[in-house]
């Protein structure tokens, strides 16, 4: 009677666990104006200041062409910022770009930029991770860095990131401490490139536009680069379910977030410039490190550390957003279901964290070097962006939602940052055409074949429902429901 008993209550939980499992749970709104402000703060400063001056000084040819450029790159990047805060208060969801393109210009489109954004996502943590590596091992390795030790600390690192953003509490106290971090860093370098030109003078900038570019190939690289160092401006985007009060905070947060960054970029290329000098800012690969042996001497060694710590945050931050994104593809129906299911206790997005988190781990394996998956990363996402301003350009002239109180920019702005991204995806392929452009291309054309092979005809793979069910029940997960 006993064992009956005991087989009956055992029976009634399993089902009962299973019937939790039924129940879709939601985003929670927890990311305040504060919080959303470190997501995109510390989202857009990981690696690119710490790698972008050199390819920006590289391709402008002088330090007061490469100053014009960095500060275009911040109106860019607050234009553009500002554009899609209207589509996200008019539309209200999360997911960001693949939300927007899907409800303004369609599915297929919208599907194609989908993979792109989350696999460019994973790229850009790779990078960061990569970047990591290589400022913790150049104090000890004053030489060149083994590539596969380099790549062996990066795929820790994206594992412990991994690892963090499992707790959502413990991620977030994280965001916030690192944002500490890299503000105060950055305005270190700051007051030292003042402090330096105070004592020693401004040699190295007595004639800011010598040697300067004529070519307009080049200076559109260049803006991939500075671009490069304000990816992420987008990133509370990609959280709107989450995000408190989103109709004023996600404006709020990347408005003050945006015009930090480009102030400090701005500042700290100046103190580059001031220190070392335009030469040794393009021949160095570690150019903080650099800036801080001539500044500080042998305690110029912490740079090092802080810079890890700061692209550290990078990720942090990116792969927070990144798995909601992801999570918004699959609820919709855009890839596997697997990828769509959360953890029901704390709406965590573990299983497309983990997908993040190999993709991102095989980048780091097969990349070769960090300006050309730079370069990859940019020209892909580019037409990523024409086709969000398009889908906000269409939505306008449609009035979308026009009665309802958002955030709202004037018509030609979309239509100017419109050309502005098809200006840099088109010119530097036909002034110089390279491999990465190539692989944007074959990619572009293998999502839009998967989306009609698996999205138009509707074909499964039926072993995928057996392996979902296994995984829900055993993981405990659930497929998220919108917040709506």
Known sequence: MEKQQHAADAASATESHIADLTVKPKFIRTITLFMAVALNFGQIVGAGIFISPKGVLMFTGSPGLSLIVWTLCGLVAMASAVCYAELATMLKESGGEWTYIRRGIGGAPAFVAGLLTVTLGSGGFALVAI??????????????????????????????????????KLVQKIVKVTLVVKVLTMLSIVVGGFYWMAKEGTSELAQPFKETTTNGWEVAVAFYSGLFAYVGWDNVMNLTEEVKNYKRNIPLSIIISVSM????????????????????????????????????????IIFSFLVSLSALGAGLSGLYALTRQMCCLAREGHTIQLLAMVDVKQSIPVIAMANQTILAIIFCIVGEGIIAMLNFLAFVGGFVKVMAMVSLVKLKLQKHNDNEERFRVPLPLPILMTLVYVYLAVVPIINN????????????????????????????????????????????????????
């Open 131 to 168: 970047v990591a590596s290589e400022y913790l091992l150049s104090p000890f390795l004053d030489c060149s860095k083994p590539p596969y030790l380099v790549k062996m600390l990066a795929i820790a690192l994206v594992i412990f990131t991994f690892y963090i953003n499992t707790s959502t």
């Open 261 to 300: 960054v480009t102030a400090l970029y701005v500042l700290i290329n100046i103190s580059y410039y001031a220190v070392i000098g335009p030469d040794r800012v393009i021949a160095s690969d570690v150019v903080v490190l650099e800036w801080g042996k001539v500044l500080f001497g042998e305690w110029g």
């Open 433 to 484: 055409p390279n491999w990465y452009h190539l692989y944007g291309v074959l990619l572009i054309l293998i999502f839009f074949v998967l989306y009609v092979v698996f999205i138009k005809f509707k074909s499964r793979v039926s072993c995928f429902d057996g392996v979902t069910l296994f995984v829900q029940r055993l993981l405990g997960v659930a497929v998220i429901d919108k917040f709506m």
